[in-house]
């Protein structure tokens, strides 16, 4: 049996925390063994939102050591940067014509932008980021997306087109998935003010964070507002140092549940205990990152040689469109 193949991405805003990590990159990590994957920079996208373009170029080689860091081996997995693969542009075309507006209109993550970025004026490729994305996963023909659960609407999206274009252009023999999304059980982890781990929250903890930039973010966490002194009785459950012992420090959680419901473990140790844990993950991530930020070269030619390879597959794709679309 040939393996499934996975694609992903993320768009490339900067440095990764801790939230994209567990919402992504770790599942990332632990699929690229078992399946063929793509991994993907969407840089065109961030154009939705920022129409300056400085920063794109740094942000994407910032994301890119945080993913060779953390884990991810170009040598299973290409990692590459949308716009130099010129038959993004070129589908993205074809796929346009395969949705309607009014379906867009109605996608709830272009409301929830639209609300919270107070967009008054929608721009077409704002409107058209789910078509990009469709693009992006089917190219590769991408068969299963490990996402945050947030970008479920964007998958759904996706198998849409791709049923309409098999439907409409390949009558036997369809040539493009339907794809699923793959969600992970820590997919939202909250940030250290407790609401959702986001940059422009200012709540993160980053993974090129040192250990002490993280022991003092937690130390400022909070924590529950009625375990005052260091004896009282705490309710992990409302507690999100707590949360974050569940996801890095399961092993010692029943001991520490137990211990902040008694009253024996005030709010600084647990704190401490959780920092410690956190670092130790970290440590690891930190010392790949020291050498890639020392070997800058290494790090753009993985980046050449992957799209060389994503460069293939795309165009293999494209040739198939054409042919069941009779263009040529
Ligand atoms: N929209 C995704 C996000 O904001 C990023 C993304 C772009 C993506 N293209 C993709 C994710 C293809 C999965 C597959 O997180």
Redesign the pocket.
Known sequence: MPKKRI?????PTGKLHLGNYVG?LENWIKLQDDYESYF?I?DY?VLTTDLSTEKIYSNSIEMLIDWLSAGLDPVKAPMFR?SQIKQHTELFLIFSMLITKARLERNPTLKEQVRDLNIENIIYGHLG?PV??AV??LLYK?EL?P??E??LP?IEITREIARKFNSQYCLNNPIFPEPEGLITEFARLPGLDGKRMSKSLGNTIYLSDGPDVVKSKLRKAVTDPLKVRKNDPGRPEICLVFTYHKKFNPSETPQIEKDCRSGVLGCVDCKLKCSEKINSILEPILQKRKYYESNLDEVKNILLDSEKRARVIATETMEEVHTQMKLG
């Open positions: 694609l992903s991405g993320m768009r992504a993907l969407a996208h949308q980021y990009l994305q992006d996963i991408g997306v996402v945050g947030d970008q964007h």
